[in-house]
């Protein structure tokens, strides 16, 4: 026999054996499916819940009880953003490479370095309680319905979803919103990154430099003192992605046992981020303080050492299964490793461990769950103090006129005395922190006699007038609070600060405004710009003469934005900083002039011309730019083939809340598309993208509706 004929019979045989073995696992899932299918039908049973959705679409839920209400938000959800939902619970299980390919294999490692499953499992029925994992069930109980419903659309091997699945999702998701994921790529960098701090006697404290965040939020607070008709009013306006797992969802939640809710939530999330009651509300912003360690490990072999002796590294192994084709996939392993510290990343350039804020919380949905059932201030404050959410800024208003500002921050007690913002040295176990400050703690305002009071990712030591503003000095260096602005911050305090009574109408101007401020990085970079000599070089001359006109706004008409914009984000990323610049401004000129005139044959195209809101086969303008008040954030730094930037993050969810003169309750809202996520053959896939880009809104009618469907009922 030929040596080709013979490995190509084993080839043949190996293949045929795979199909075998493919066969018998499709023909066991078909038998677990049907069993799943009958069991997600039978549970859906036990719950009492109607949906109504109302004319753009977007649920209003009303259960008999809190987890029957949970029930139907999971299931309109599924019915809106199915796919987002099975990927965000898929990846909170490390599994996610199975069907999105080896690009998320690094993903699954790290679910599986940070021990995110085993977390949840341990502590799911010693730290949530009874009413908590009631809730987080319920909602899993109206995925599976719409996964049982549904069986082509769903990764039927993960079925089915649990409480854990929930709450492993906010296990995984909270640490990346103040920047962990940015010190786990920073260690997997070619050299390390920063210095190690030896102490105060070696290394003095450093300020924390302003970051590059790609978006933000803003939240105002108007007390009944100084708005201009005695309401109380509190402006939600958090900036996130248009799509994907952190892209905001609308609902109205409310259970005959009290919950009542209405407002915005991410795919997996069973009750209300933020958003209002008949009686109090809140606005979350993004905040960075220092919540994260980096410790640089003396190793010798798999053992590292710690005051003195030798220890040996915890040694696990990831197993990542990686999808190849259809139901075929391969899993390959990874080592991983832990210390006293925490998890071990072992590179070239050194052994790292990490320690973070939150990595022995699961109570995050239970916080979440008492600030939706709270009444009041104090109770909404009792609920805050549960501190399990490590990081967020927290605007809050009521019925009462109280308004507040948390600066929210689950912080560690740290040894003073070294930099916390360098890499710290691995072998001191004193700095191995187990212990957390209270979170009244952290800057808190409450009803401050302003009157007024705004978050726009800014140091939270500047959030209202002068006098009303807290001192800075009184909080540890350990802390890492912030000390940067954003221009909306400067641009939102500025106009705010020029105002006696603050009216509807004015507040709302000043949400969607659409300058640059002077102290701005893109102020400074226009004057750097300007005072540049160009006279050896006539397209250079020429862009800086219409830079010179520009008036630093970004309405749809403005003939200077776009160039001033596309300047701007090529040397500040997104706008939060200018040091240094990321390109040299003469040749980013350059470069901005140059895709100009190739798509428009000019300069000086109307803003609305480039900048576009894109929904399906909606193509219209929209106003506003990178972290302005009416921030929209393109998805390129780049002109497109159509000349255009398309809209892909900034405002999204935009909620007005009014506690009127009267007693009476007013809410306005308004979100970037619609509230069917993905079905483009919907009628609300693209029905509130006109209103959006108008700065128009919808009317929230709180009233109780009758009819609507009830899950896995018949039609």
């Given at each position: 026999?030929k040596?080709?004929?013979f490995?190509?019979?084993?080839?043949?045989a190996?293949?045929?054996?795979?199909?075998?073995?493919t066969?018998?696992?499709?023909?066991?899932?078909y038998r677990?499916?049907?069993a799943?299918?009958?069991?997600?039908?039978?549970?859906?049973?036990?719950?009492?819940?109607?949906?109504?959705?109302?004319?753009f679409?977007?649920?209003?839920?009303?259960?008999?009880?809190?987890?029957?209400?949970a029930?139907?938000?999971?299931?309109a959800q599924a019915?809106d953003?199915?796919?987002?939902?099975?990927?965000?619970?898929?990846?909170a299980?490390?599994?996610?490479?199975?069907?999105?390919?080896?690009?998320?294999?690094?993903?699954?490692?790290?679910?599986?370095?940070l021990?995110?499953?085993?977390?949840?499992?341990a502590?799911y029925?010693?730290d949530?309680?009874?009413?908590?994992?009631?809730?987080?069930?319920?909602?899993?109980?109206g995925?599976?319905?719409?996964?049982?419903?549904?069986?082509?659309?769903?990764?039927?091997?993960?079925l089915?979803?649990?409480?854990?699945d929930?709450?492993?999702?906010?296990?995984?998701r909270?640490?990346?919103?103040?920047?962990?994921d940015?010190?786990?790529?920073e260690?997997f960098?070619?050299?390390?990154?920063?210095t190690v701090s030896?102490g105060s006697?070696e290394?003095?404290?450093?300020?924390?430099?302003?970051?590059r965040?790609?978006?933000?939020?803003?939240?105002?607070?108007i007390?009944?003192?100084?708005?201009?008709?005695?309401?109380?009013?509190?402006?939600i306006?958090?900036h996130?992605?248009?799509?994907g797992?952190?892209?905001?969802?609308?609902?109205?939640?409310?259970?005959?046992?009290?919950?009542?809710?209405?407002?915005?939530t991410?795919p997996?999330?069973p009750?209300?981020?933020?958003g209002?009651?008949?009686?109090?509300?809140w606005?979350?912003?993004?905040?960075?303080?220092?919540?994260?360690?980096?410790?640089?490990?003396?190793?010798?072999?798999?053992?590292?050492?710690?005051?003195?002796?030798?220890?040996?590294?915890?040694h696990?192994t990831?197993?990542?299964?990686i999808?190849?084709?259809?139901?075929?996939?391969?899993?390959?392993t990874?080592?991983?490793?832990?210390?006293?510290?925490?998890p071990?990343?072992r590179?070239?350039?050194?052994?790292?461990a990490i320690?973070?804020?939150?990595m022995?919380?699961?109570?995050?949905?239970?916080?979440?769950?008492?600030?939706?059932?709270?009444?009041?201030?104090?109770?909404?404050?009792?609920?805050?103090?549960i501190?399990?959410?490590s990081?967020?800024?927290?605007?809050?208003?009521d019925?009462a006129g109280?308004?507040?500002?948390?600066?929210?921050?689950?912080?560690?007690?740290?040894?003073?005395?070294?930099d916390?913002?360098?890499?710290?040295?691995?072998?001191?176990?004193?700095?191995?922190?187990?212990e957390?400050?209270?979170?009244t703690?952290?800057?808190?305002?409450?009803?401050?006699d302003?009157?007024?009071?705004?978050s726009?990712?800014?140091?939270?030591?500047?959030?209202?007038?002068?006098?009303?503003n807290?001192?800075?000095?009184?909080?540890s260096?350990?802390f890492g609070?912030q000390?940067?602005y954003?221009?909306?911050a400067?641009?939102?305090?500025?106009?705010l600060?020029?105002?006696?009574?603050i009216?509807?109408?004015?507040?709302?101007?000043?949400?969607f405004?659409k300058?640059?401020?002077?102290?701005?990085?893109?102020?400074?970079?226009?004057?750097?710009?300007?005072?540049?000599?160009?006279s050896a070089?006539?397209?250079?001359?020429?862009?800086?003469?219409m830079?010179a006109?520009w008036?630093?706004?970004?309405?749809t008409?403005?003939?200077?934005?776009?160039?001033?914009?596309?300047?701007?984000?090529?040397?500040?990323?997104?706008?939060?900083?200018?040091?240094?610049?990321?390109?040299?401004?003469?040749?980013?000129?350059?470069e901005?002039?140059?895709d100009?005139?190739?798509h428009?044959?000019?300069l000086?195209?109307?803003?609305?011309e480039?900048?576009r809101?894109?929904r399906?086969?909606?193509?219209i303008?929209?106003?506003?730019?990178?972290?302005?008040?009416?921030a929209?954030?393109?998805g390129?730094h780049?002109?497109?083939a159509?000349?255009?930037?398309t809209?892909?993050a900034?405002?999204?969810?935009?909620?007005l809340v009014?506690?009127?003169a009267?007693?009476?309750?007013?809410?306005?809202a308004i979100?970037q598309?619609g509230a069917?996520?993905?079905?483009?053959?919907?009628?609300?896939?693209a029905d509130q993208?006109?209103l959006?880009?108008?700065?128009?809104?919808r009317?929230?009618?709180?009233?109780?509706?009758?009819?609507?469907?009830r899950?896995?009922?018949?039609?």
């Amino acid at each position: 026999m030929k040596l080709s004929k013979f490995w190509g019979r084993i080839v043949m045989a190996v293949t045929l054996l795979v199909i075998a073995a493919t066969l018998v696992n499709m023909g066991l899932q078909y038998r677990s499916l049907q069993a799943f299918t009958r069991q997600a039908f039978a549970v859906a049973e036990t719950y009492s819940v109607r949906i109504v959705r109302d004319e753009f679409g977007v649920p209003q839920i009303y259960g008999v009880t809190d987890p029957d209400t949970a029930f139907g938000l999971g299931y309109a959800q599924a019915e809106d953003d199915w796919a987002t939902l099975q990927t965000t619970l898929v990846a909170a299980r490390g599994r996610l490479a199975r069907y999105a390919g080896q690009d998320a294999a690094p993903t699954d490692y790290i679910v599986q370095l940070l021990r995110i499953r085993e977390l949840v499992e341990a502590r799911y029925e010693s730290d949530l309680s009874p009413a908590t994992r009631a809730l987080v069930e319920a909602y899993a109980d109206g995925l599976n319905l719409y996964a049982a419903e549904n069986p082509r659309h769903t990764w039927s091997a993960e079925l089915p979803v649990r409480g854990q699945d929930i709450v492993a999702g906010f296990v995984l998701r909270t640490p990346f919103m103040y920047g962990l994921d940015g010190d786990l790529a920073e260690l997997f960098e070619d050299a390390r990154q920063r210095t190690v701090s030896m102490g105060s006697s070696e290394t003095a404290f450093q300020l924390i430099e302003a970051e590059r965040l790609p978006f933000g939020s803003n939240a105002f607070a108007i007390a009944p003192s100084r708005s201009a008709d005695g309401a109380t009013r509190l402006l939600i306006n958090s900036h996130q992605p248009f799509e994907g797992p952190v892209a905001w969802y609308e609902a109205r939640l409310h259970s005959e046992a009290g919950w009542d809710m209405a407002g915005a939530t991410f795919p997996g999330a069973p009750l209300i981020l933020h958003g209002f009651s008949p009686d109090l509300g809140w606005a979350h912003t993004v905040n960075k303080p220092d919540l994260s360690d980096i410790y640089v490990l003396e190793t010798e072999g798999d053992r590292y050492r710690l005051d003195g002796e030798w220890l040996d590294l915890e040694h696990g192994t990831a197993r990542l299964t990686i999808g190849i084709f259809g139901p075929i996939s391969w899993t390959v392993t990874r080592d991983m490793w832990w210390s006293r510290h925490g998890p071990v990343v072992r590179t070239d350039h050194g052994d790292y461990a990490i320690r973070y804020s939150g990595m022995d919380q699961v109570g995050q949905v239970e916080q979440w769950y008492a600030m939706n059932r709270a009444t009041d201030f104090d109770s909404w404050m009792t609920a805050m103090e549960i501190n399990a959410i490590s990081s967020l800024n927290a605007v809050y208003a009521d019925r009462a006129g109280h308004i507040a500002y948390v600066y929210n921050a689950r912080m560690p007690v740290r040894e003073a005395g070294y930099d916390w913002l360098q890499y710290l040295p691995g072998d001191r176990s004193e700095l191995i922190w187990d212990e957390y400050l209270p979170l009244t703690a952290m800057p808190i305002y409450t009803d401050p006699d302003s009157g007024w009071l705004l978050s726009a990712n800014q140091t939270p030591f500047d959030a209202s007038e002068q006098a009303d503003n807290i001192d800075a000095v009184g909080y540890s260096p350990t802390f890492g609070i912030q000390p940067r602005y954003s221009n909306r911050a400067w641009r939102g305090l500025d106009l705010l600060r020029a105002e006696g009574a603050i009216s509807r109408e004015r507040l709302l101007e000043i949400k969607f405004d659409k300058v640059y401020a002077p102290q701005s990085p893109v102020a400074r970079l226009v004057d750097e710009l300007l005072a540049a000599d160009f006279s050896a070089d006539q397209d250079l001359a020429r862009a800086q003469g219409m830079l010179a006109r520009w008036d630093l706004s970004t309405d749809t008409a403005n003939r200077e934005a776009a160039l001033g914009v596309l300047v701007a984000v090529r040397c500040i990323g997104n706008l939060h900083t200018d040091d240094p610049w990321l390109m040299d401004p003469a040749e980013a000129l350059r470069e901005a002039a140059a895709d100009l005139m190739a798509h428009h044959g000019r300069l000086d195209p109307e803003w609305g011309e480039v900048n576009r809101l894109v929904r399906g086969e909606l193509n219209i303008p929209i106003g506003g730019g990178p972290d302005a008040l009416r921030a929209i954030y393109a998805g390129s730094h780049d002109l497109d083939a159509n000349g255009q930037l398309t809209a892909a993050a900034g405002d999204t969810s935009i909620m007005l809340v009014e506690w009127l003169a009267d007693g009476s309750l007013d809410a306005s809202a308004i979100i970037q598309y619609g509230a069917a996520t993905l079905n483009e053959s919907s009628p609300h896939y693209a029905d509130q993208a006109p209103l959006f880009a108008a700065e128009q809104w919808r009317t929230l009618d709180l009233s109780i509706r009758e009819g609507g469907y009830r899950p896995g009922a018949p039609d």
